[in-house]
């Protein structure tokens, strides 16, 4: 049987969720569904969003306001399951995180005592937690069963990143060194207290930043749509005397949605990348700001009125 890798079945799940929702608003929206005379039971009429496409020329950019719905559904489906299976990584990592810094240094205060490095790592068994002592267990009994240390360790901590794998690296270094292990240890521990303490500041100092990029990409989205709604009064009341003779408000209506969503797309990987230091979790925040610039779009406008 073929074992698939988590990202690809992440990617399975969303593209599956995303064409099964898609598929279910299309049949809601167009009432051909018994969910549709549910919703309707409710007060709630969706046949505005009916999936209908227009064409402009000569761009020839697909737009409609029923087209952007369906977008919105479809993104924000098919986001799901990757920002809860990273996010969850995302989480078991923090947890990883702290587990290793109390692991390096209770291995080197048991090592300072003149215990040899085997059984200190057994004595940490018994008092590190889930889930890196899973890893500890799994890294210590592949060496009982014979495998060097390097391919214990590439089977234990292989799948963590690079910073992590790189202090805990040192344990292996530290059996094969012989009589140095404690003075590697400790070099390690010291190491990496000081490498949690730049963590802590540089999480205190970015964490607000987060916030910044979000709050930007809901404000430019908010002042698209109140910019649309503005246009469209003055397309109905004063087209005569401004010399407009027609403007297709649903047009812009789109491409405003479409540079929010490119918006969104690298507010995303900044959150990610620089100011998380974990790539896969930009699927988060793309999901919550889809979220929000979906509901800016197609439900402010209701509600806003010149």
Same mark, same amino acid.
Request: aromatic fraction near 10%.
């Given at each position: 049987?073929?074992?698939?890798?988590?990202?690809?079945?992440?990617?399975?799940?969303?593209?599956?969720?995303?064409?099964?929702?898609?598929?279910?608003?299309?049949?809601? @929206?167009?009432?051909?569904?018994?969910?549709?005379?549910?919703?309707?039971?409710?007060?709630?009429?969706?046949?505005?969003?009916?999936?209908? &496409?227009?064409?402009?020329?000569?761009?020839?950019?697909?737009?409609?306001?029923?087209?952007?719905?369906?977008?919105?559904?479809?993104?924000?489906?098919?986001?799901?399951?990757?920002?809860?299976?990273?996010?969850?990584?995302?989480?078991?990592?923090?947890?990883?995180?702290?587990?290793?810094?109390?692991?390096?240094?209770?291995?080197?205060?048991?090592?300072?005592?003149? &215990?040899?490095?085997?059984?200190?790592?057994?004595?940490?068994?018994?008092? @590190?937690?889930?889930?890196?002592?899973?890893?500890?267990?799994?890294?210590?009994?592949?060496?009982?069963?014979?495998?060097?240390?390097?391919?214990?360790?590439?089977?234990?901590?292989?799948?963590?990143?690079?910073?992590?794998?790189?202090?805990?690296?040192?344990?292996?270094?530290?059996?094969?060194?012989?009589?140095?292990?404690?003075?590697?240890?400790?070099?390690?521990?010291?190491?990496?207290?000081?490498?949690?303490?730049?963590?802590?500041?540089?999480?205190?100092?970015?964490?607000?930043?987060?916030?910044?990029?979000?709050?930007?990409?809901?404000?430019?989205?908010?002042?698209?749509?109140?910019?649309?709604?503005?246009?469209?009064?003055?397309?109905?009341?004063?087209?005569?005397?401004?010399?407009?003779?027609?403007?297709?408000?649903?047009?812009?209506?789109?491409?405003?949605?479409?540079?929010?969503?490119?918006?969104?797309?690298?507010?995303?990987?900044?959150?990610?990348?620089?100011?998380?230091?974990?790539?896969?979790?930009?699927?988060?925040?793309?999901?919550?700001?889809?979220?929000?610039?979906?509901?800016?779009?197609?439900?402010?406008?209701?509600?806003?009125?010149?």
């Amino acid at each position: 049987m073929i074992k698939l890798k988590d990202s690809v079945k992440v990617a399975i799940r969303s593209i599956a969720l995303s064409i099964v929702v898609s598929a279910l608003w299309t049949c809601i @929206t167009m009432e051909i569904s018994p969910l549709a005379d549910m919703i309707r039971i409710l007060g709630i009429d969706l046949s505005a969003y009916r999936p209908y &496409v227009k064409i402009s020329y000569p761009l020839l950019i697909p737009y409609g306001k029923g087209f952007v719905a369906l977008i919105s559904v479809a993104l924000i489906s098919g986001l799901i399951p990757g920002a809860i299976h990273y996010r969850r990584k995302w989480r078991e990592l923090i947890i990883l995180r702290e587990e290793m810094y109390s692991l390096m240094r209770s291995l080197s205060g048991i090592i300072r005592t003149g &215990v040899g490095l085997g059984m200190a790592l057994d004595t940490l068994l018994t008092i @590190t937690r889930p889930p890196m002592s899973d890893r500890l267990k799994l890294f210590s009994s592949l060496i009982s069963l014979g495998y060097s240390a390097d391919e214990a360790f590439r089977n234990a901590f292989g799948d963590l990143p690079r910073d992590m794998r790189s202090i805990l690296y040192t344990i292996v270094i530290a059996l094969q060194s012989g009589g140095r292990a404690p003075e590697i240890i400790d070099y390690a521990a010291s190491f990496t207290a000081d490498m949690r303490a730049f963590e802590e500041l540089r999480e205190g100092r970015l964490s607000q930043y987060v916030y910044i990029v979000i709050m930007a990409c809901i404000a430019f989205a908010i002042s698209a749509v109140v910019m649309l709604k503005m246009l469209e009064t003055i397309v109905k009341t004063g087209a005569g005397i401004l010399g407009i003779a027609f403007l297709d408000i649903e047009f812009f209506h789109s491409l405003y949605f479409y540079a929010s969503l490119i918006i969104v797309l690298f507010s995303s990987m900044t959150i990610g990348r620089a100011l998380k230091g974990y790539t896969p979790i930009a699927l988060f925040y793309a999901l919550i700001m889809s979220i929000i610039v979906s509901l800016i779009f197609l439900v402010m406008p209701v509600f806003v009125k010149f």
